[in-house]
């Protein structure tokens, strides 16, 4: 049972993953782009935060950078549909836990969101 | 005014100093000449009389006119001696008067006093006496009357030969420098004539004759030696260019795929993900429902997108008919109020009432249209407004849309015409060089405009009436 915070600019993608988590017992909030999603972590303190690298107003490598400012150690998960090595490479170094391509398998991202709060609780 | 080549300085020059020297020497040798042939002709008379003078001293003496007569006769037979006339003094008649047909009194004469003659060989041995001579009283006197007609003729014939002589070195040295100068300046010419070629045409394979003279054959290699440079140069350029051309190209298939890879999977994954939740027993039969239409509008996007590609991969040419185009306009935003909840609320259009006919393609401009007006409605949102206006002048019809959006970045305002490049998040950047091509395939232009108050806006421009002999011109079109 985990408070996790969904990152995405397609609506359904969010929808999508929201039924997924939730029947998995977590709580899923929704944000359409780093602005509203940098609302939402200022309002409430997440387990996780799943991000989209490709956003309108602010992308997600921006958004992580202010969220890892007001907590260091907020993990992240990011998804894309840029499957480039670069992207991936960067998105690590800036601290990512796990880097998912589109369309991913269900139990992909279960297992990535199972592990990293794993990871989340040691810390 | 066009100025002299150099052939024509030289040659003018040349032909001013010929000129000057020949007039000058011609006049002042002409002078001397006539100066002794006159001084010699004046001596030769002046000869004559001393001898007749000396001659007649007997006959002066004797007053024996037949042998006077004699004497004058045979001096008349110079020709230029017009009348010779013995007489014993001045005022006396004259011991002998002989005349030529053509004697005038006015004529030129010399005289010459009739001396003793041994008085004469005196004076000639004892110069010291000649005070003496002086004051003997001579005999008599001899006059000799001349004609300067056959001198002047002669002097004339010379002149005249010594002008024809004078224009015939002239002409001689003016050919000489012609033909000098012509040798110099026609490889010269023929070197000009070439570069004036490579210039117009770009042919670098001309070929370049350097004429006899040294100079001119250094000039003419050098000339080579430059096309052959400029021949390999442009041949690299060439090679460079095609490189060029080729990285360009692999440049545009990466943004491609780039641009392919995350418009195809984003709706694979809302696909994929509709699919996985499907698959779960018990689900609600609302969202078995949602996730169904997820799939269907997925699949429909995917198609969209195969389509835009096709449509900007394999372009069709304009079917250019009369068209409403307010019509068209009207036509286009109640489509958007079907897709769109809010887009009649947010649109506002502003065109002259009754129909505003022009020469299009409907299907394209509509599609124009469509583009230009989903940016601005995107643009604006969520709840923005777009306005969007048309208007005719000087038979172009002006078409803006203008929304209450961010606008465009400025780092993206040279580039938002080229195909696959996006500001958004989603889509192909396809939609606005789209637009540019039709409306260019209609003659016409894009713009962006830069509007002071912010937002972001277009102005379509393009002739009502479309000019057939346009279309290949602006088939070109990206």
Known sequence: MADILVVDDEAKMRHILSIMLGLKGHRVDEAGDGVAALERVREKRYDLLIVD??????????????????????PVIFITAFGSVESAVEAMSHGAVDYLTKPFEEHRILLSVEKALKVSRIM | MK???IHMRFLVSVWAMILVIVVLLGTVGGQVAETFMRERFQEHMGTLARYLALNAELGVILEDREMLERLCKNLLQEQDVMAVTVSKALNEKPLVQLKKMRFAPSLPQVEHAVMLSSRLEENLIYETNAGDAANEKPLGTVTIHYSRAGIDELIDGMKSRFFFIIIG??????ACFYWISRSLVSPLKRLVNAATEVARKGDLNVKVDGGNLPETRILADSF????????????????TYQEMLRQQALAELGKFSMMVAHEIKNPLGIIRGSLDVLKKPDLPRDMQATMVSYMENELGRLNRLVEDFLRFARPRSPHFEPTDLNALLKDTIDRFALEMEDASRRIALDVPPGPLWGEVDGDMMAQALRNVVKNALEAAAPEGKVWISSRTLNGHCRIVVRDEGPGIPKEARDRIFEPFYTTKSQGTGLGLALVLRILQQHGGSAELLNLEKGGGGFRLVFPVKHKKDENGATERGK
Not at chain 1, 65 to 73: G, I, M, S, V, W
């Open chain 2, 169 to 174: 070195v002239a002409l001689f040295f003016s």
């Open chain 1, 53 to 74: 690298l490709k956003m309108p107003r602010m992308d997600g490598l921006t958004f992580m950078r202010h969220a890892q400012e007001l907590d260091p150690t907020y």
């Open chain 2, 224 to 239: 080579r030696e430059m096309l052959l440079s400029l021949a390999q140069s442009r041949a690299d350029l060439d090679r």
């Open chain 2, 3 to 5: 100025s002299p080549g």
